[in-house]
């Protein structure tokens, strides 16, 4: 399996990387979400690729990143919701919201757009809970959502 | 009130080096070290500063801990906040970001430590370019680096990401995870300060918890040791969330009453409905009927009202809401959570849920209120990590303070049926 | 008791155990069994299961017996109500989502979960939904079946595969109630030692496919017997029913395997039932070719009458040719009693001393202390030379892991290709192809000069081995500073003489002061270090008695036994050739394919005027042969075996043969010329070996027990090395280094294998270098050729050897890679181009 190369400039962050820590395993995490930031999925060869990188098993990539949820071994969209279901969140309504949205996106939860816009996942606590209802997409946090925010947040991404 | 960690926290650009210097940051340095190391250590334990992650250990007693002669040894600020509830550390990180970073540095000074990680959860990588950049500035102040201030004592703060697991804000499961494995939690012993990240002596402390240094030696122990009650020192963030009308993280002096927090900073009930229960300390602790609002907001009294101040969310609960669903969806949470290393709370969390579903289909047998209450005997202090007695906290304690919601649900259920 | 001691009491019980003892261990030595699932003693705690809760006073909690050490003082209770409650909760927990198909599980019987279940268990599940269902049984390997219904997640095997294979193969996936066990992207789980997982699995989740529905397991009966494909020994059961091998598993010797067996001692003997297998004498039609002075042979003879038609024959050949004229291949793959009686047939009863079972160089006994296996992990250097064990012998491979990554020891390595164990090393030295004799002077010499004593030979030739020299002078101090350490040389993996000079470098080692030193000579076949204690060699009788020592030999052996060096392995294949041997015995060898020179061994067998082969299965050399005996072999036989660390122990008889044993056929051999002995069993002649043989003093049933027991080692003496190793020129050609290969596709591991998919095909390995030079890319088709044949290959560019050499796994008999050696056994080269 070889259909996996590293850009010249992620190698450079990768040397990055590796130099913050004396063991190169602990770059473990670091380069999956390399690879799943740039790619928006880590495939079979992506893993053997950063097993090479990290000197361990294939199926030890494997292991770790089936153990974390921002990992995903099936391409997401461009645009990665995860809308927070948890406690506060659920106090002030998030269920229905949650509904709205993949309705809106006419999409299940858990999916995505046919045009890979969009990927909407439920998530656990993600600790903006004084502004929730709220959900995050790629790196931006959303908070007191409504109805209408949504269709304001989601209609602003192109 | 007193105001340590959240005094300038809504001033413009305190997240750079300028404004913070501007209010008197990075002045702890000189101070601490024209000291010895093992003096801020009698410091910070003089403050009766305790960690604010959740377990309330002595932070200073905590770093006395470190093996002897071993180096090198490590920090770890463990960022990775993902109690439900919890949401102080992020305000930290992404408003005073030097805060943190000066209170890395009396710590690895203290400790004698070269190498500091901060392992935040990787929802927060907006926050890891805050930090990342605070870092730079430090840096290039000399703040950190080679022979820092002309003293010879070295440090290096570098910023690492997890990658969506609760369970790696567990300290053991944490350096896993920083160490590049599945974040399973570890044995103990060894504990960390002994045989912590890369099994080198490793002190792990949470974001507030960090912060809170540079005013003790700024400001001395006596002072922060001044604030609070007799043996819960100084201020907390407590974020309230919940059914309140000012949700909102707020500091607040060790001992004031939960009913304050609520009622005055948090302004009170939304919607003007009653409040019905309260959650003091993020969604692992039990919960406490509405009876109990004036407890002190400290750990003694939270312990002796059958709870705990754990992480400091305060989620609050009003008489609309549905104590079976909520307790349900933080079993849900947990379940999702669970490592699954230990048998007891791969499979209890799971059963839990099976059961709690049941009941809220009407498809549950009184008994089932009964049996929850075992299979929580079974799960609680019988694994390696917390998690499972944290599941156990809603469902026992929802089950003590509103037993009759749940029976309410086997009224028109027919006997025998499943 | 001594300060690394402590005492502890469990259940009211005292117990004094070592510091760091865990609680659960200690618990056993009182007989307090303390229910486990995830703990194994041999690859640590886990704490997952939490099947092993106990009370200990003054801790709030209940404490898993299996992660706590012992502490001085401390109060363990097993069985108090707290505990049991806690143990019948996790049992709940472990089988809520189990299947309960105990009925169709090969597990059913030996399986812990039932076990616990029964003992500790509630008597109902307060389970009322429906169980959680799994991926059913799907192949984790072609050997392996994975059942992940039924598995408990207890980490056992994947703890195993990071801890004790450490090459994490087999990993936990996914988190939580959706943990699994798997391997990368699904493919197999093919480990060189997958199987243990089979044995360690504490529920019937991985499962052997082969033995899958073929027997309920107590229906088995069980033979404690030992693995026959390698030089280890390990202990293993076979099980079998109704004379049928059905399943084969590790039973721990601390000594030997540590608990642990290989891929192809658990899968690897399924030649006891091979269509090849020989079950009676037989006159061969095909083979020959020319009229024999053997006496014909009845068509209904038995297999004892044969027997006794051999001897004499042998007996009217050595009578009308002299007895230098007839001469016996043996081999390292029989049993000690089988090799003991066979030279002693050729010695006394035929008068000659052509005997030996190898086509390399090798002298009995060691200047200096024969290590055991477990002497591994106390050694604080291992030394390696020609050696490959987790090729050559496998169990070996483990233990080196073991000890560098848990014991602090360190490994070197002086080797012609690199290895996997190379990974573990500290410093690899690599010699170039064929420069071994240099490579190992070199090292001597070095560690002559640091110790102050004269140089065995002169200082020349370190460049020819390719060896820098600030690597020998690195290795030279590694060997001289260290505490304690373990040589491992490989003697058939050394040319010429490079043995004896492997032994010298031992003498001047004992020399280092304050040093502990052993060896442990690692050649991988079963029995080769008893072949060598047996005699089976043309210069030594029995326990390295030389055989010009006439004194001794004629107060041993009597007055007729023959006191001048017979001929080698090699040179009787030539004097076949020539026509000066008239007559050959060989016993369970096959030198046609595993001897060097191809065709020209077969050409010189046919000229023989009478060759016995007696063997278990059909061979190209049972072939050529006039006769052919059947011998039973492991599975059957009864016997003792000799393994690299000098353990002596019983190989047990798992299938009742229909012909008779090894032992009866050659002490037939023995009455028919004059010996009056009567062995009525096999353990007959191991008590004649314990008074023959040097070093095999009290070996006996008893003193073998379950686990053997250690021979001495003898001393071995001190041959003439030639002044100058002889180097070797360049011209352009290749140097040949066939290297050993585990799952080789051969007689053993024939085409139904169920090791089949680990078969490779013919690959040679250049240097990087060379293949520059000759123009060959990785992948292409090459070929491999000398005056006499041409083979073909695909080339690998791996750098597996420096330059000037090609590697050549041996993969199957049919490749016929010894073709490319000459008769004599000397190096060989070889002509590499691009077809």
């Not at chain 1, 928006?40 to 292991?63: G, H, N, T, W």
């Not at chain 2, 500063?49 to 002897?68: D, E, I, M, Q, V």
């Not at chain 3, 005292?14 to 009182?30: N, Y």
């Not at chain 3, 943990?179 to 789980?189: C, L, S």
Request: hydrophobic letters at 35%.
């Amino acid at each position: 399996m070889s259909g996996f190369t590293f850009s010249e400039k992620q190698e450079e962050e990768i040397a990055g990387i590796l130099a913050k820590y004396p063991f190169k395993k602990s770059a473990m995490l670091p380069l999956l979400t390399l690879v799943q930031r740039a790619e928006r999925v880590i495939s079979p060869e992506a893993m053997v690729a950063i097993s090479q990188k990290l000197d361990c098993s294939p199926a030890y990539v494997q292991s770790v990143l089936s153990f974390y949820t921002m990992y995903h071994t099936e391409k997401v969209g461009r645009y990665m919701i995860l809308f927070c279901i948890n406690i506060s969140c659920q106090l002030n309504g998030c269920d229905k919201l949650l509904e709205y949205t993949a309705d809106k996106l006419d999409i299940e939860v858990g999916g995505t757009t046919a045009d890979e816009k969009f990927t909407l996942h439920r998530e656990e606590c993600l600790a903006d809970c004084t502004n929730a209802p709220m959900m995050r997409i790629n790196d931006t946090y959303y908070g007191d959502l409504t109805e209408q925010r949504i269709d304001q947040i989601l209609d602003s991404l192109d | 009130m007193t105001q340590i960690l959240f005094k300038n926290i809504n001033m413009k650009d305190l997240h750079t080096m300028k404004v913070y210097e501007e209010q008197g940051g990075y002045q702890s340095l000189k101070k601490a070290f024209d000291q010895k190391p093992d003096e801020i250590i009698d410091a910070v334990k003089a403050s009766g500063l305790r960690g604010r992650g959740g377990a309330g250990f002595p932070t200073g007693l905590k770093w006395s801990f470190l093996a002897k002669d071993v180096f090198p040894r490590y920090l770890c600020c463990n960022a990775d906040e993902s109690e439900p509830g919890t949401c102080k550390d992020r305000e930290l990180l992404l408003k005073n970001p030097h805060m943190l970073i000066e209170g890395m540095i009396l710590c690895s000074y203290a400790c004698r430590i070269e190498t500091g990680y901060i392992y935040m959860r990787g929802e927060f990588h907006d926050l890891s370019f805050i930090m990342d950049k605070a870092i730079e500035e430090a840096h290039a102040k000399g703040y950190l680096g080679k022979n820092i201030m002309g003293t010879g004592f070295n440090l290096e703060i570098y910023t690492h990401l997890g990658a969506g697991a609760y369970i790696c804000g567990e300290e053991s499961a944490l350096l896993n995870s920083l160490e590049g494995g599945r974040g399973e939690p570890r044995m103990k012993p060894p504990f960390p300060a002994v045989e912590g990240l890369y099994a080198k002596p490793t002190v792990i402390n949470n974001v507030e918890t960090l912060c809170v240094v540079p005013y003790i030696v700024n400001e001395g122990a006596e002072k922060y040791a001044s604030l609070g009650t007799e043996k819960s020192k100084g201020t907390k963030l407590v974020s309230v969330s919940g059914h309140v009308k000012k949700p909102g993280n707020y500091e607040v002096v060790m001992g004031t009453s939960t009913r304050e927090i609520i009622y005055d900073l948090a302004g009170g009930i939304r919607d003007d409905n009653e409040l019905k229960a309260f959650i003091p300390g993020g969604s692992s602790v039990p919960m406490l009927p509405a009876s109990q609002v004036d407890v002190g907001y400290d750990y003694e009294s939270l312990a002796a009202a059958g709870t705990m101040l754990g992480s400091g969310a305060l989620i609050v609960i009003d008489n609309k809401a549905n104590i079976v669903e909520t307790t349900l969806r933080l079993i849900s949470f947990y379940m999702h959570e669970s490592c699954g290393k230990c048998t007891p709370c791969r499979e209890g969390t799971r059963w839990l849920h099976q059961i709690v579903e049941r009941i809220l289909q009407h498809k549950g047998q009184l008994e089932y209120v009964n049996k929850l209450e075992d299979i929580c005997d079974n799960m609680a202090f019988k694994t390696f990590c917390p998690l499972a007695d944290a599941c156990v906290s809603p469902v026992m304690s929802s089950i003590k303070h509103f037993r009759s919601e749940y029976e309410e649900y086997f009224k028109n259920t027919p006997v025998g049926s499943v | 008791m001594s300060d690394n001691e402590v005492t502890l009491t469990i259940d009211g019980k005292s117990v004094t155990v070592p510091k760091g003892t865990k609680v659960v261990d200690a618990a056993k030595q009182v007989d307090v069994d303390i229910p486990v699932f995830c703990y194994h003693e041999k690859i640590g705690p886990l704490g997952c299961c939490r099947m092993c809760l106990v009370e200990v006073e003054k801790m709030p909690k209940l404490m898993t017996a299996c992660t706590m050490d012992v502490m001085p003082d401390m109060v363990v209770k097993t069985t108090t109500d707290k505990v049991e409650k806690a143990q019948k909760g996790v049992l709940e927990f472990t089988l809520l989502n189990h299947p309960l198909d105990c009925p169709v599980c090969d597990k059913g019987g030996e399986c812990p979960l039932q076990d616990n279940t029964f003992k500790y268990g509630p008597p109902d599940t307060r389970m009322e939904f429906h169980r959680h269902n799994n991926a059913k049984a799907t192949p984790l390997s072609p050997v392996i079946t994975i059942d992940r219904e039924r598995c408990i997640a207890c980490q056992r095997c994947t703890a195993y595969s990071e801890r004790i294979e450490q090459d994490r193969g087999l990993v936990m996936l996914n988190r939580g109630f959706h943990n699994e066990v798997g391997t990368f992207n699904n493919e197999p789980y093919d480990t060189r030692f997958s199987g243990n997982v089979i044995d360690i699995c504490p529920v019937g989740a991985l499962t052997n496919t082969d033995f899958r529905f073929k027997a309920r397991t107590w229906d088995l009966t069980n033979a404690e017997t030992l693995c026959a494909n390698c030089g280890c020994n390990c202990n293993i059961t076979m099980g079998t029913r109704l004379n049928e091998l059905l399943r084969i598993e590790a039973r721990p010797n601390d000594a030997v395997d540590d608990g642990w067996i290989c891929d192809k001692g658990r899968w690897g003997h399924q030649f006891v039932h091979s269509k090849n297998k020989i079950l009676t004498a037989r006159e061969n039609s095909a083979g020959g070719g020319k009229p024999t002075s053997f006496p014909t042979f009845p068509r209904d003879c038995t297999i004892e009458e044969a027997a006794g038609k051999v001897a004499e024959a042998f007996k009217k050949i050595a009578k009308e040719h002299g007895p230098e004229s007839v001469g016996f291949i043996g081999s390292p793959y029989g049993t000690n009693e089988e090799n003991y009686l066979y030279q002693k047939l050729f010695r006394q009863g035929l008068g000659s001393n052509n005997i030996d079972h190898k086509p390399y160089r090798d002298t009995p006994g060691l200047p200096i202390d024969h290590y055991g296996i477990e002497q591994i992990e106390t050694a604080n250097v291992v030394l390696l030379i020609a050696s490959d064990p987790t090729e050559e012998l496998p169990i070996l491979d483990l233990r080196i892991k073991k000890a560098v990554t848990g014991c602090a020891t360190r490994l070197v390595s002086l080797n012609d290709q690199k290895i996997v164990l190379d990974k573990y090393s500290t410093q690899s030295v690599q010699y170039k192809v064929g420069s071994e004799a240099l490579a190992i002077d070199a090292l001597a010499n070095g560690l002559a000069r640091e110790l102050g004593e004269p140089a065995p030979t002169q200082d020349v030739g370190l460049e020819q081995t390719g060896i820098s020299a600030e690597d020998m002078k690195a290795l030279v101090e590694t060997v001289r500073s260290s505490m304690k350490i373990c040589v491992v040389y490989n003697p058939s993996a050394l040319s010429g003489d490079a043995v004896l000079r492997v032994k010298r470098l031992l003498k001047l080692i004992a020399k280092v002061p304050t040093m502990e030193c052993g060896a442990i000579p690692a050649a991988p076949a079963t029995n080769a270090v008893g072949a060598m204690d047996m005699g089976l060699l043309p210069d030594f009788y029995p326990g390295g008695v030389s055989a010009t020592d006439q004194e001794e030999i004629k107060k041993q052996w009597g007055e007729d036994t023959p006191t001048t060096n017979g001929l080698s392995a090699l040179e009787m294949i030539a004097r076949a050739e020539s026509g000066e041997l008239k007559a050959l015995l060989v016993h369970r060898s096959n030198p046609v394919i595993d001897f060097p020179g191809g065709a020209r061994v077969e050409k010189a067998l046919r000229k023989l005027d009478l060759l016995v082969v007696h063997d278990m299965l059909e061979t190209e050399t049972t072939e050529l042969a006039h006769l052919v005996l059947p011998s039973s072999g492991p599975g059957y036989d009864e016997g003792t075996t000799t393994n690299i660390g000098g353990r002596v122990q019983a190989r047990k008889s798992a299938l009742e043969a229909t012909h008779a044993p090894d032992w009866k056929i050659i002490s037939l051999m023995l009455n028919a010329l004059g010996d009056e002995t009567e062995y009525q069993k096999s353990l007959d002649v191991t008590d004649e070996i314990a008074k023959k043989v040097p070093g095999y003093q009290g070996i006996n049933r008893r003193s073998m027990g379950k686990s053997g027991c250690t021979r001495e080692s003898t001393t071995s003496t001190d041959e003439t090395i030639a002044e100058q190793p002889t180097g070797s020129g360049e011209d352009g050609s290749l140097r040949l280094r066939v290297a050993t290969f585990l799952f080789s596709h051969d007689k053993i591991l024939d085409a139904s294998s169920k090791l089949a998919h680990h078969f490779l095909s013919f690959t040679a390995h250049l240097n990087t270098e060379d293949a520059k030079r000759l123009a060959i890319k990785d992948g292409d088709t090459v070929l491999l050729s000398n005056e006499d044949v041409t083979l073909e290959a695909t080339a690998s560019i791996s750098n597996r050897c420096q330059p000037g050499g090609v590697v050549v796994p041996r993969v199957s008999d049919w490749q016929g890679v010894n073709a490319l050696i000459g008769t004599d056994g000397t190096l060989a080269r070889v002509e590499v181009r691009k077809v």
